[in-house]
């Protein structure tokens, strides 16, 4: 009987007789549904409630920390980070996502754009929109550094501390924004706009770098923003004694204003400071503000953490709507506002009936 050598598909040699490997194979038992026709085969059962997965979009190098804790918590089970995504690729992730699952699974897959840029984010939002073809559909999620949650905490309990000190709301209110060239500061001085209030955003490096924010303020939402220079000492006395709101939204750590600059603003009702990290924004601000009267004064404060717990609540608000909604969700800062108003509105009243 001959041999010859044979290769098996790892790559080895062996000796094997001619005869057999000529020989027909012999055919094997498989089991009964190897078998089967297609269409006799039971189809696969699809969960009666998907996976909820969030993508997020991060314009930044990095996605936060913080907003993958906070969708996980909030209900998401799988979150897919996209980093470095910008405008461009913005309508082919959206139709990846929607594409790629039935219509029906369209209320538990959402997408969060993050980063730092306020208005990149906005017009990505409106580039997700467009991107949806029904009925395929997802819900979208912006909020860029967290910042317009934070933003709408704080207005929404800057409104609530106004009207509980003068008894009225902020239409017609000077509102000065200060660190308005940030993304918290942008966002807040365009909410309290749409509240009727008439905002200044103050900047310590000249006005050139706020007019973007100023045009984009008038063309996408019908707001009018006053630029300002505050970065002189007589500047912020000027600048807080012809307000009745100061909102702070500069650097952390930094001081904007003191004592002596709250205690010369005679027309002063309101503060609130974003800035968590010591030394406060505003003298005097202490983290868990609700409306407390700065010391010697009548100025009713509004902290970072007491802020913050807002802003925590807001956002989890807002992605627990998106999981399993009816219909595809666009959010951004307006939505956030809907929110914390009521979250604070919430608050007041748990407040006036356990009594002072």
């Not at 039935?102 to 939002?125: H, N, Q, R, V």
């Not at 000190?165 to 902020?170: A, D, E, K």
């Not at 706009?193 to 008439?198: D, E, M, T, V």
Request: overall charge positive.
């Amino acid at each position: 009987m001959s041999t010859h050598a044979v290769e098996d598909q790892s790559g080895s040699r062996f000796e094997a007789d001619s005869e057999v490997c000529l020989r027909e194979p012999t055919a094997l038992a498989l089991p009964k549904t190897a078998g089967a026709p297609r269409a006799a085969r039971k189809p696969a059962r699809r969960p009666k409630e998907p996976a909820s997965i969030l993508h997020f979009l991060s314009t930044q190098a990095f996605a936060s920390p913080f907003d993958v804790n906070m969708a996980v918590d909030a209900g998401f089970k799988v979150v897919v980070t996209h980093t470095s995504a910008g405008l461009r690729e913005t309508a082919g992730l959206v139709q990846d996502a929607i594409f790629s699952r039935p219509p029906e699974f369209g209320g538990f897959t959402g997408m969060f754009i993050g980063g730092k840029d306020a208005l990149l984010a906005l017009d990505m939002l409106a580039a997700a929109r467009a991107a949806i073809v029904p009925p395929f559909r997802l819900s979208v999620l912006a909020d860029p550094g967290g910042s317009f949650t934070t933003a709408a905490a704080m207005v929404a309990m800057v409104e609530s501390a106004y009207r509980q000190s003068t008894g009225r709301t902020l239409e017609g209110a000077r509102v000065a924004v200060f660190g308005a060239t940030g993304v918290v500061g942008f966002a807040s001085a365009v909410i309290a706009a749409r509240c009727g209030a008439k905002v200044r955003m103050i900047s310590h490096i000249g006005k050139a770098p706020l007019m973007p924010a100023i045009e984009a303020a008038r063309s996408r939402f019908g707001v009018d923003l006053e630029p300002v220079l505050g970065a002189r000492d007589a500047d912020k006395s000027r600048i807080a004694g012809k307000s009745d709101v100061v909102l702070c939204a500069a650097a952390a750590g930094v001081r904007v204003l003191t004592s002596k600059h709250v205690a010369r603003a005679k027309d002063l009702a309101v503060v609130a400071d974003v800035n968590a990290v010591p030394p406060a924004g505003i003298e005097g601000v202490e983290p868990f503000d609700r409306g407390r009267w700065l010391d010697g004064t009548a100025v009713a404060s509004v902290g970072p953490l007491a802020i913050g717990d807002i802003k925590y609540k807001t956002q989890a608000a807002l992605f627990r709507r998106m999981v399993g909604a009816d219909s595809a969700l666009m959010l951004d800062f307006n939505d956030a506002f809907a929110v914390a108003r009521k979250l604070v509105a919430q608050q007041r009243v748990a407040k006036d009936r356990s009594g002072p």
